[in-house]
């Protein structure tokens, strides 16, 4: 873990306090009403909107001295703007940093939910860029508030067996759309659909924070989130058939890398803390530097 | 082997090092001071402040400098350090009227009380390159007059003495803070301008573009355009009255608008409005198109589904600091969604391919 002193020009965690009481109650109300879209008064932050501007106030504005933070982009934490996301607390309120998933307090991802299940007490919170699961299917947001009000969700279940006609399957591979507590249809930000089990039931909070967009929503520990589907086509989670060629996994979520331009390619964690946690243990893949030789 | 496409601490760190070398330019000509930015790229300065948000000329040069020129990213910091600023309160609203104007021009009234002052405008520049400003030492002066002090009473108020134009009715209560609030549809006319008067340039320009060529028509004439200082006054809780505490140049235009009448409206002309920092004509004389545009509803008229008269359309997307984050975000990685996509894309092809055989 890394801690550095906090820079004495900002406010703790950058916001100023009565911004952080502001963006609390928007969560409060999130908590209070899982899957609802609480609209806030996001503020302009020193990185462009579309880059995590809503997980960062929302991290901001539960970030206490002691918490441990971890920040990942893609599942991993050395991508450039989880690593600048992660630069900019230790700046601002000078908390101590981590990689290991199960050591954090607050976790700002985008993209994805760690591999490692998380427990009681600890923040998740989303970067999310259209918080709208409906925008897609009726752009303009005076009539998507009314469609929630109302639960009037059939435009959806329309798409999803549009989908099924067309290809046989429902064609939404992330941002796949959830039913939360049996009442609001929610975007869970662009994770893949490979997520979507691990948002329902989860000992963790789940904050989601669409900075551009002012609006900020919840998921409280053991909420109910069943992905949408039909009884005779099921949802199912999927990742690229193969194993990770650096620890072995089977039940990770790969990222896929072009190694040569003979088309040869590999496949590793997307979460970099799990694959490296692995490592350590033991664990190896087809591609790991002691089983060099086989395979490729 | 594996070679990460993945960034670390040392890459941003570099990447910044050589931005900064490359703001500079080559060191052996030399660096622009804030003061010149200020002084001599005034305009760029001014729409710098009018999307920031932010009277202030030299943090909008500091902000021009600081970002090589690229006036989105000026605004960008103007908007960033704007929203660190604890508020004291709010000033009392401006008086246009007691402006000290330094250009007014109304195309609708061939002379007005006040005049028609033509002040610093391109407008009868021939647009041929001054080779003489490639040149350096140059420091033209310009005659000056005496001050006048008479009132320049607005070319509205004439017409709103017949009855001719639509009354403005004065209201007191207090306009919504769009940088306080999250924007809430429907917005009221206040917020509407709001959100125009900071929105980019560009896209104003471009959507009142569309309403003169039949996309919402609005039929205008530009009754008034003005530009000078005002002073901005703020009462002060412990003295009980308003104090003075500083001046601010702005452009306002009143567009007077050819209205037939609606099923709740008498025919009248009707008004469209713009307010700008600084000088900043073009912006000013494009929001009162779009204002008008944007005020079918109100006064009974007819949507034709335009761009410019739709509401949600315009203010949703007129932010160019929110557009551009949002536009720009799409080279951050995104390779575990393109992932799920590719493995979706293998499948459908898969079973399209087996379809195709089978079918043979």
Same mark, same amino acid.
């Given at each position: 873990?890394?801690?550095?002193?906090?820079?004495?020009?900002?406010?703790?965690?950058?916001?100023?306090?009565?911004?952080?009481?502001?963006?609390?109650?928007?969560?409060?109300?999130?908590?209070?009403?899982?899957?609802?879209?609480?609209?806030?008064?996001?503020?302009?932050?020193?990185?462009?909107?579309?880059?995590?501007?809503?997980?960062?106030? @929302?991290?901001?504005?539960?970030?206490?001295?002691?918490?441990?933070?971890?920040?990942?982009?893609?599942?991993?934490?050395?991508?450039?703007?989880? @690593?600048?996301?992660?630069?900019?607390?230790?700046?601002?309120?000078?908390?101590?940093?981590?990689?290991?998933?199960?050591?954090?307090?607050?976790?700002?991802?985008?993209?994805?939910?760690?591999?490692?299940?998380?427990?009681?007490?600890?923040?998740?919170?989303?970067?999310?860029?259209?918080?709208?699961?409906?925008?897609?299917?009726?752009?303009?947001?005076?009539?998507?508030?009314?469609?929630?009000?109302?639960?009037?969700?059939?435009?959806?279940?329309?798409?999803?067996?549009?989908?099924?006609?067309?290809?046989?399957?429902?064609?939404?591979?992330?941002?796949?759309?959830?039913? @939360?507590?049996?009442?609001?249809?929610?975007?869970?930000?662009?994770?893949p659909k490979f997520d979507n089990p691990k948002l329902g039931g989860c000992p963790a909070i789940q904050?989601?924070?669409?900075?551009?967009?002012?609006?900020?929503?919840?998921?409280?520990?053991?909420?109910?989130?069943?992905?949408?589907?039909?009884?005779?086509?099921?949802?199912?989670?999927?990742?690229?058939?193969?194993?990770?060629?650096?620890?072995?996994?089977?039940?990770?979520?790969?990222?896929?890398?072009?190694?040569?331009?003979?088309?040869?390619?590999?496949?590793?964690?997307?979460?970099?803390?799990?694959?490296?946690?692995?490592?350590?243990?033991?664990?190896?893949?087809?591609?790991?530097?002691?089983?060099?030789?086989?395979?490729? | 082997?594996?070679?990460?496409?993945? &960034?670390?601490?040392?890459?941003?760190?570099?990447?910044?090092?050589?931005?900064?070398?490359?703001?500079?330019?080559?060191?052996?000509?030399?660096?622009?001071?804030?003061?010149?930015?200020?002084?001599?790229?005034?305009?760029?300065?001014?729409?710098?402040?009018?999307?920031?948000?932010?009277?202030?000329?030299?943090?909008?040069?500091?902000?021009?400098?600081?970002?090589?020129?690229?006036?989105?990213?000026?605004?960008?910091?103007?908007?960033?350090?704007?929203?660190?600023?604890?508020?004291?309160?709010?000033?009392?609203?401006?008086?246009?009227?007691?402006?000290?104007?330094?250009?007014?021009?109304?195309?609708?009234?061939?002379?007005?009380?006040?005049?028609?002052?033509?002040?610093?405008?391109?407008?009868?520049?021939?647009?041929?390159?001054?080779?003489?400003?490639?040149?350096? &030492?140059?420091?033209?002066?310009?005659?000056?007059?005496?001050?006048?002090?008479?009132?320049?009473?607005?070319?509205?108020?004439?017409?709103?003495?017949?009855?001719?134009?639509?009354?403005?009715?004065?209201?007191?209560?207090?306009?919504?803070?769009?940088?306080?609030?999250?924007?809430?549809?429907?917005?009221?006319?206040?917020?509407?301008?709001?959100?125009?008067t900071r929105g980019d340039e560009g896209f104003i320009l471009s959507m009142a573009y569309s309403t003169?060529?039949?996309? &919402?028509?609005?039929?205008?004439?530009?009754?008034?355009?003005?530009?000078?200082?005002?002073?901005?006054?703020?009462?002060?809780?412990?003295?009980?009255?308003?104090?003075?505490?500083?001046?601010?140049?702005?452009?306002?235009?009143?567009?007077?608008?050819?209205?037939?009448?609606?099923?709740?409206?008498?025919?009248?002309?009707?008004?469209?409005?713009?307010?700008?920092?600084?000088?900043?004509?073009?912006?000013?004389?494009?929001?009162?198109?779009?204002?008008?545009?944007?005020?079918?509803?109100?006064?009974?008229?007819?949507?034709?589904?335009?761009?410019?008269?739709?509401?949600?359309?315009?203010?949703?997307?007129?932010?160019?600091?929110?557009?551009?984050?949002?536009?720009?975000?799409?080279?951050?990685?995104?390779?575990?969604?393109?992932?799920?996509?590719?493995?979706?894309?293998?499948?459908?092809?898969?079973?399209?391919?087996?379809?195709?055989?089978?079918?043979?």
């Amino acid at each position: 873990m890394t801690a550095l002193t906090q820079d004495p020009a900002y406010n703790f965690a950058y916001l100023d306090e009565q911004t952080k009481r502001m963006i609390r109650r928007a969560i409060l109300k999130a908590i209070a009403v899982p899957g609802y879209q609480v609209p806030f008064a996001s503020r302009e932050m020193p990185m462009p909107y579309g880059w995590g501007t809503g997980g960062v106030q @929302v991290t901001a504005a539960c970030l206490t001295p002691d918490d441990v933070l971890k920040v990942i982009d893609q599942g991993a934490d050395d991508t450039t703007n989880a @690593v600048s996301i992660r630069k900019f607390f230790q700046r601002t309120a000078g908390v101590a940093a981590t990689e290991a998933t199960a050591d954090a307090t607050v976790i700002q991802t985008r993209h994805r939910i760690p591999e490692v299940p998380l427990h009681e007490g600890q923040i998740l919170v989303y970067q999310v860029p259209i918080p709208e699961p409906l925008r897609f299917l009726e752009p303009r947001e005076a009539e998507t508030r009314k469609m929630h009000e109302l639960e009037e969700y059939g435009l959806m279940h329309v798409k999803l067996y549009e989908d099924i006609a067309r290809h046989g399957q429902i064609a939404t591979s992330y941002a796949y759309p959830v039913k @939360v507590e049996g009442r609001y249809v929610m975007d869970p930000s662009p994770i893949p659909k490979f997520d979507n089990p691990k948002l329902g039931g989860c000992p963790a909070i789940q904050i989601f924070g669409a900075g551009r967009e002012q609006r900020i929503y919840a998921l409280p520990p053991y909420t109910a989130v069943v992905s949408l589907d039909f009884d005779d086509h099921p949802f199912t989670a999927s990742k690229a058939p193969h194993d990770c060629d650096l620890c072995g996994a089977d039940e990770s979520y790969l990222d896929e890398v072009i190694i040569d331009d003979a088309g040869g390619r590999m496949f590793v964690c997307s979460d970099t803390d799990f694959c490296a946690g692995r490592q350590t243990a033991g664990h190896r893949g087809r591609l790991s530097p002691k089983a060099a030789g086989k395979g490729m | 082997m594996y070679v990460a496409v993945k &960034g670390g601490e040392r890459a941003i760190d570099n990447a910044h090092a050589w931005l900064a070398a490359e703001r500079r330019g080559d060191p052996s000509v030399p660096e622009l001071s804030v003061t010149q930015i200020r002084e001599q790229l005034k305009l760029a300065v001014n729409r710098v402040m009018a999307e920031g948000s932010l009277y202030d000329p030299d943090l909008a040069a500091l902000a021009i400098k600081q970002a090589r020129g690229d006036l989105i990213e000026a605004v960008f910091l103007i908007r960033a350090y704007r929203t660190t600023l604890p508020r004291f309160g709010a000033s009392q609203p401006i008086s246009t009227d007691a402006m000290a104007v330094d250009r007014r021009v109304s195309a609708t009234f061939k002379d007005l009380p006040g005049g028609q002052i033509l002040g610093p405008t391109f407008d009868y520049t021939h647009r041929l390159l001054d080779f003489k400003l490639a040149a350096e &030492g140059e420091s033209p002066t310009a005659h000056t007059a005496p001050a006048d002090s008479a009132p320049v009473p607005h070319v509205t108020e004439f017409l709103n003495r017949d009855g001719l134009i639509e009354t403005a009715e004065p209201s007191d209560t207090a306009p919504p803070d769009l940088t306080r609030e999250p924007m809430e549809l429907p917005a009221d006319r206040a917020l509407r301008l709001q959100a125009i008067t900071r929105g980019d340039e560009g896209f104003i320009l471009s959507m009142a573009y569309s309403t003169q060529r039949g996309y &919402g028509r609005t039929h205008a004439f530009v009754g008034e355009l003005r530009i000078g200082t005002v002073s901005v006054s703020m009462d002060i809780p412990e003295l009980g009255f308003p104090i003075e505490i500083g001046e601010i140049e702005v452009t306002e235009c009143e567009t007077v608008n050819q209205f037939k009448g609606s099923k709740t409206e008498p025919p009248q002309f009707t008004r469209g409005y713009g307010l700008v920092f600084g000088q900043s004509e073009r912006k000013a004389i494009a929001m009162s198109l779009v204002d008008r545009a944007l005020r079918w509803k109100e006064l009974g008229e007819d949507s034709i589904g335009a761009p410019a008269q739709d509401e949600e359309f315009v203010l949703m997307h007129c932010d160019n600091i929110q557009a551009t984050g949002f536009l720009e975000h799409i080279k951050l990685p995104h390779y575990v969604d393109f992932q799920s996509e590719l493995e979706l894309v293998r499948r459908l092809r898969a079973e399209a391919m087996a379809a195709q055989e089978a079918a043979e």
